[in-house]
Structure formats: structure tokens, C-alpha cells
């Protein structure tokens, strides 16, 4: 029988129908079209190879094909979440209220800085935050925004932070089986970097530890999350403006996506502590961030009178008023709120401060050395004669006295190197 010759015009004809398998192995059967690859690898280099995608044929019409060249394939580019849209869309739809971690300190879907010396207890502070949320108390006697919370220690061994909780239990009067909210995890002594840098000028990327705790988030749907410490998740330079809100960014990205806040705490350098501002490296760090709160010991003319008082300072927070202090104290394991100062005993503390303040500008300007305006709260605060009183409080005794009338600034010397004294009216 004569084989009739196939009709090549014929679209259901398949020019490889009549190839013979060798060894009964279809050697076409493991290819994979060309388009097919990249699309594959475009998605897994997003981390996006697990989301259902259209079959290829959706590229198909997007296809250049110039005269003579094979078929291209089409790479579909990284949808965005967010969209351009008019102002004008929002008229009457209720106006969202903003959500806070902690208010008037720790914003909620946002990264906040808790920045801290060595050996302050940051760590320790932060772990009292976790527990606060995870029980629905209170911390540092705010209000807190209960639910689950993920604690994530690089610097801490597991041990440690079990004594800790311990402690702090044993403070507020619960017990571990009320901790069912709090996930710990520590990784003192392996990798805990976040972001990983494949070359020079090249996006961070997340490493496989930030994609656990992403998905960890995804499952918990927790309220808090915190990171300690910076030094040990980021891999970049601190001083890189780009790496710098790269990372930040990341950090930003699990704080809206799983609606929680991220805490991330940080060592500031000599300049920072230095300077009071408790910051470390390029601007952008306290830039990038919604809050940045310094926890810090307490220390006036260089000398720390208790060495368990400590102040929590709100050095920026966008959405509220920055400036704000909370005075705590270290005691049997935990840090604990001062109590507020009544309104008459803040009368007679100023009152001793302005007594003893006139007494050191008597007895200097009898001794022959009449104190400077500027340098005298700090001198007087040095002084024998203080009788305990900071500098902070001989400011305010100055200031008050001047406004009084009782202390007058007087000026000598030539116009090029004018000196002041501060004199007694009277």
C-alpha cells in the first residue's frame, strides 16, 4: 500500500507523529517550553513560584515576533499592591482610626527603633512589652493592644530568657501556663540575618529565616513582633542611606502584610550616646522609622546617683508628641514604674531646689568666685553642698529665680570677651 503524503497545511498535522521512540523513550517528553522556563524562573526569583499562575497562552498575544524570528518568550512583570487613585474617592467614607501598639509610643503596622547602651536592660524591657501584649496587661502603665506575640532574641540563650519571664511572672502575680500567646525563639550563636546582599549595588534580598518568620506571622496573625538585636539581623553597612531603608523596608513589608508592629531593638554609637540622641549609623535608620524610642541610665555631670533608675525617652514618633520620658527602676528582675510625684510634693522638691541654689550663689560669690548663669546648675550639682539635688533641678531653680527677680545676671569686661555672673537681688 502506497503511504499518502501528509499535507504540511493541515493544522492538526504533528511533524513529530511519525518519530520512532528510542528504547521506547519519547526523547521529546522531558523538554519544557521555552516560555515555560522563564516564566518559572522569573516567578521563583520573586518567591513567587508557589502562586497560581494563567497558562502560557496568556502571553501568547503579547508576543513580539519579528519577520523570521522564533517565538519570544513573555515574561510577565511583579504585580503591586497599591494603585494611583483621586482624593476625591474618599468623600464620605469614615476616616480609618489609626491603631497603636502601645499609644502615644508603639505604633501599630509600622517598624518602631527601641535604641538602648549596653547593658541598660533593653532586652529585658522589650521582653516585659511581650509579655504585656500577650496577656493584655499593661506596660510601663499604658494601656497595650492585646494578642499573639513573636520574640525573636539573637543575643539571648534560651535559658536566659526563661529566667526572665520567670521574674517578670513572679511580678506580676501569673505563671507560664497564661504565656500561651508569647512564641520565643533564640538564636544566640547562629545566622540570624534577615536580609542577604548578593553583590555590589544590588537589592537586599530576604534570606530563608525571614521568609519562616513571614510565614510564621502569615499562621499566628500576631499583634506584636520584636527583634533583638539589630547588630545581628542586618547584614549590610549601617551607613549605606540604600541598604539602610532596603532593610527597613523589609521590616515594614511583615508590619503591614501580617498588621502588626515590629519592634527592633539597637545599640547607639559613642557619637549617639554622646550626644543624648541614642542613634547609630546614617540618618535613615531614624528616618525610615515611625517611632524610635532611648532607653538609658540616668546620669547628671557624668555621675549615675542610682544606678537601677532608668529613662524610656520618645526621641520621634510621627503620629504623636516626641519628648515624652517614663521614669522606671530595676528592682527584683524587672523594671518598674515610678510612682508620679504629687502636686505638692513637685512644690516643695522646687522649693528646696531654689533654697539651696541661692546658698551656692552666696557662698561662691563670698569665696571669690561668682558662678557663671550657663555653668552654675552644673557646678552646683558637683558641688559638696548639693544636698542630692541634679543638675536638671538647679536649671529649673535658676530659670524660676531669674523669672522671680530674686537672681539678676550682671555683665563685665570688654565688649570682646564679656564675662557673666549671676548676682543676688537684694
Known sequence: MTKQPRDWNDPAYDP????????GHDPFADIIPLAETNVVRFERSLGMDDVPRPPLSAYEADAVQAPGQQHQAIIPKAERASRFYSAATLAGRAVP???WLVPDLIPARTVTLLY??????????????????????????RETQGGQCVFLSAEDEADELHRRLSDILAHEGADFAGLDRLTLRSMAGEDALLAQIEGPHKPLLPTPLCEEIDALLADLKPALLVLDTLADLFPGNENDKAQVRQFVGILKGLAIRHDCAVVTLAHPSMSGMASGTGTSGNVAWGNSARSRLYFKRIEEAGQEDNPDARVLTTKKVNYGRSGSETMVTWRDGVFVLDAREAGLDRVARNAVAERVFLSLV????????PPNPTMAPANFAASSESEGIRKAAFTQARDA??????LKIVRSGPDTRPLQRL???G
Open 401 to 406: 529665680l531669674l523669672a522671680q527677680g530674686k
Open 16 to 23: 513529530f507523529s511519525d518519530i520512532i521512540p528510542v528504547g
Open 97 to 99: 482610626e489609626r491603631k
Open 423 to 425: 548676682e543676688i537681688v
Open 362 to 369: 552666696r557662698l561662691w560669690t563670698i569665696q571669690g568666685r
Open 116 to 141: 538602648g547602651d549596653g547593658g541598660t536592660g533593653k532586652s529585658l524591657l522589650a521582653l516585659q512589652l511581650a509579655v504585656a501584649v500577650a496577656t493584655g496587661q499593661r506596660w510601663l502603665g
